[in-house]
């Protein structure tokens, strides 16, 4: 049942199902193993990756030979592939091929995905020539076996690597992965090889093949979502016969032992069952409805943020420089000169704003990036020191803590840029075997510690707060601005 849902796209719906199997499984075997790559599956698709490498490793410990393990494995190394981790995808799919049984003539097909796979991994990590080899030969292994499913994918693969090289054959890979898909009636393969098609076409022929994506997509999402309502009501079904089959037996055991003190115990047991499950619903939507209300407040924030820093930060500067580009005699080399220099100035702005609002990378890089980022506020004006931040173990540290410390040092360079007008900037980490602190320090103008939330840092108090953290300012006029964070690992 949980494939099926997979096949039409619900995968939601497939996790529930695969959940209800669960208790079915006595111990560690190949049916854990299938449902834990399932799981996996969901969630790639879903673009759950984290959760996703998490069941196929699942899948690989239940594994009992070596030939369980090559899907696992193989999914885990096209997800290595999509987060841009070659070197692990190159890895996991070498210690396949070099698995003997993959030359089997029953295992073909495995060998000729794995090796494309393969081929593919060289390509995007850059080395195009030993890639192209690789496709090229999973391609002509999979004509040899007629696997003509897996001429799809082999086909966008060689669509992606000529793209940019060569996008007539580019073209032609697509084409051929396009009619293949059509012929299997293969929705999704069609839609990515329309996408290589609109994007390596003529404008006539590109109009037509936009067209086929849009009215295929529409479908698609309109069948997927009918067979959601119908594969729902198959289950409900199923589920109200099985009740009422359940229901018939209990009235004739009741019938036979005409126990009468038995039945009030059922009708209690049953009636306390619904009361839990009411409340458990109760508090799975509350919790639900919580997130989602903070999730909003957290878009809208950010939201208000950014217009309002376009409005303050950008928005005079933009007007004045369309005011000069229009007065002035652009001719002059002199006027010509500042012209730039305003519109590089509104470039960086336009950087800066950006970079308080990307996503923050939690990975082998946070340091690097925490510590690129501090260094940006550097200014002839500003000086900012940045000492053992290479000392501490990110590693051991939570994302969540990670992010929330991340915020934190940004908020506080923000308001030293907007408010505080410091010429020194020091910022100290330091790390034991349970904590981390951060001591901040600048020598700008200071601020009343009663006015302190007023100027906008009560928002960062709420952040380490909900890590578990503290946070200490200290702060008068004229005296500069020092904040203490210690917050646990």
Known sequence: MATIQQINGDYYGSKETLTEALPYIKKKDIYSAAINNFFGIAD??????????????????????????QSPLNNIAVLYIQQQKYDDAIKA?????????????????NKARVIDNLGFAYFKKGQPEKGLLLLNEGLQ???????????????????EY???????????????AYQIATKLHSIDERLESLSFLISNTSSIHNTEYAQKYVFLNDSIIKIRNNFKNK????????????????????????????????????IFFIAGFIFLVI????????????????????????????????????????????????????????????????????YNRVRGISRENNDIDTKENYSANLKEMLSTYNSDNTNVIINSIEKVNWELIDEVKKVAIYRVLQEL???????????????????????????????GKGSQKDKI??????????????IKGSLIFDTEPDKGFKVKITLPK
């Not at 799919?93 to 097909?109: A, H, P, Q, V």
């Not at 940019?164 to 054959?169: D, G, I, S």
């Not at 939330?453 to 909900?466: D, F, P, T, V």
């Open 413 to 443: 360079m923000v308001n030293m840029k907007k408010h505080s007008h410091a010429s020194l900037v020091v910022v100290k980490f330091e790390s034991n075997g349970k904590t981390v602190s951060i001591d901040y320090t600048d020598n």
């Open 141 to 159: 292994l999979r004509n040899k076996v007629d696997d003509t499913y897996g001429k799809i994918e082999s086909n966008l693969h060689l669509a």
């Open 453 to 466: 939330i007023k100027n906008g840092l009560q928002n960062m108090e709420n952040r380490i707060l909900a």
């Open 231 to 266: 594969f729902a009501k198959i289950k409900y079904d199923s589920k109200k016969e099985k009740d009422e089959n359940q229901k018939l037996r209990l009235e004739k055991i009741e019938n036979l032992y005409a126990i009468q003190e038995a039945k009030y115990q059922r």
């Open 44 to 69: 790639k698709e879903l673009s759950l990756y984290s959760d996703a490498v998490f069941y196929y490793k699942e899948a690989l410990k239940d594994c009992t030979d070596e030939i369980c393990k």
């Open 162 to 176: 000529y793209s940019k090289t060569n996008p007539e054959k580019s073209h032609q890979f697509a084409k051929t």
């Open 279 to 346: 409340i458990i619903v109760l508090v799975v939507r509350y919790y639900k409805n919580r997130n989602r209300i903070e999730k909003i407040k957290t878009a809208y924030d950010t939201e208000t943020r950014i217009a309002k820093d376009i409005h303050d930060e950008l928005a005079n500067d933009v007007f004045n420089t369309i005011i000069f580009s229009q007065t002035q005699l652009l001719s002059n080399e002199s006027i010509k000169e500042n012209l730039i220099q305003k519109l590089d100035h509104i």
């Open 93 to 109: 799919l070498e210690s396949i091929l070099s698995n003997k049984t993959l030359d089997d003539k029953s295992f073909l097909f």
